[in-house]
């Protein structure tokens, strides 16, 4: 009777658990689109976070001990329940896999506008560095990103609207857009100081359903999270990342680095 009673517990938090990489893609998606294949080894600081152990949303390494992706993937998540799997290529295998013992959503995180999207999560166990693992920075303060800078976004998201997940790391070079036109862009929607937009005109490159909580990176910097917009790779519709240059003072004082 015990051991039944447990089965429809187990069967209960599997039904009830996030399925972020089958969300709807319209309004929101948890956006790569256009993009081409890539390897580990040319972003190291690529993760994957997963719940009861299937892929539900990128992430990046900050420091030996740190994973930073978006709140959205954590919120309403069991910790037990969360691992992050980093030095592979693959969407489901390789690497190796770390039990998460704390998750630092960030206090303001709006679920509806996706404002302070983004978490911290603290490993159990310190990675060890190599060329498939290895953490990326954080902006450099003191610069600038201006509008029409190059960045790379990775991840293993479907390839486009409503297709098949990617089962090898992908990448796709865009471009950093300013405020005011992704504002234009989202007339109805808050675009709020601690959000940076990239695409490119005319659509075709974006992030799209699982690459939610990946890392934009431009300058050698991590400035990006992947957080939410209008469908994937669509004109006009610039995709909407959580600035971590803007929220890089919680980053630090929370990952003490």
């Not at 297709?163 to 036109?181: A, C, D, N, W």
Request: glycine share 10%; aromatic share 10%; hydrophobic share 35%.
């Amino acid at each position: 009777m015990i051991c039944y009673i447990y089965l429809l517990a187990i069967a209960f938090l599997l039904y009830a658990a996030p399925n972020y990489a089958n969300r709807t893609v319209f309004p929101f998606n948890d956006k790569i689109i256009g993009g081409t294949p890539a390897t580990i080894e040319e972003y190291p600081y690529q993760a994957s976070l997963l719940y009861f152990r299937r892929h539900i949303c990128g992430a990046a390494i900050i420091s030996p001990t740190w994973i930073v992706t978006a709140a959205h993937c954590t919120d309403n998540s069991l910790r037990l329940f969360l691992n992050v799997r980093v030095g592979s290529s693959q969407r489901d295998s390789g690497g190796t896999v770390h039990s998460v013992i704390r998750i630092k959503q960030h206090p303001q995180f709006n679920s509806y506008t996706r404002d302070y999207d983004i978490s911290l999560l603290q490993l159990q166990k310190e990675l060890k560095f190599s060329a498939q693992v290895y953490p990326i920075n954080l902006p450099n303060e003191n610069e600038v990103i201006d509008p029409g800078t190059e960045a790379v976004v990775t991840g293993w998201g479907i390839l486009r609207e409503n297709g098949s997940v990617s089962l090898i790391l992908r990448k796709v070079t865009i471009l950093i857009v300013s405020s005011e036109s992704c504002r234009l862009a989202y007339p109805y929607e808050l675009i709020s100081e601690r959000m940076l937009c990239a695409g490119v005109e005319g659509g075709g490159k974006d992030t799209c359903q699982g690459d939610s909580g990946g890392p934009l990176v431009a300058n050698g910097g991590l400035e990006g999270v992947v957080s939410w917009g209008y469908g994937c790779g669509r004109p006009n519709y610039p995709g909407v990342y959580t600035s971590v240059r803007a929220l890089r003072d919680y980053i630090k004082k929370i990952a003490d680095i």
